[in-house]
């Protein structure tokens, strides 16, 4: 007899059905707020840039409001990493170095560290809330770690009237 592989697909809509459910609540018990207190609840354990797991990255505020980010980018040389600000977004590019490009030629026992291209990916930093002015970026011992300084008063967008105008029958 050949052995039969049986795909229940009942079952993989359910566990499809309940990660979306957990990932909802998760990300609204990361934003929950307690009563009478301004301070939201910041959840550690919840990942709100799914998207990126490589390279690996820390995003946190700090207690001045500055928005901090922490990218682990060991073996990558400081001038082959980009970032630039476009619309409300930082993005990040990051070129292979160049002794690693040859990789797939190499016959590894053991490969555990892989090395690949970083290309767009894009980080909310609106341009509103931040001074874009003071950012620092610092490359030290395979780290890079940017900062991003809250604006003093967070810039308020020109108020438009709108007119309504009434319909004639």
């Known amino acids: 007899m050949k052995d039969k592989i049986i795909i229940d697909l009942g079952q993989i809509m359910d566990d499809l059905f309940d990660a979306t459910q957990n990932f909802g609540g998760a990300f609204k018990e990361g934003f929950r707020s307690h009563p009478g207190s301004p301070v939201f609840k910041w959840d550690d354990s919840v990942d709100y840039y799914p998207a990126y797991s490589y390279p690996p990255a820390n995003i946190y505020f700090t207690a001045d409001k500055s928005l901090v980010f922490e990218f682990a980018l060991a073996g990558f040389n400081e001038k ?3 970032l630039e600000f476009k619309g409300d977004y930082m993005v ?3 070129g292979l170095p160049e002794e690693r490009r040859g990789d797939d030629e190499i016959k590894f026992l053991k490969r555990r560290l ?3 291209e970083i290309a767009h990916q894009k980080y909310y930093a609106p341009e509103d809330k931040f001074d874009r002015n ?3 970026a610092i490359y030290r011992n395979g780290i890079l770690t940017v900062s991003l300084p809250a604006r003093e008063q967070a810039e308020s967008h020109k108020e438009i009237k709108i ?3 009434k319909e004639e029958d």
């Open 80 to 82: 082959e990493i980009s």
């Open 163 to 165: 007119e309504i105008v």
């Open 92 to 94: 990040l590019n990051a």
């Open 134 to 136: 003071a950012v620092k």
């Open 114 to 116: 892989k090395f690949k």
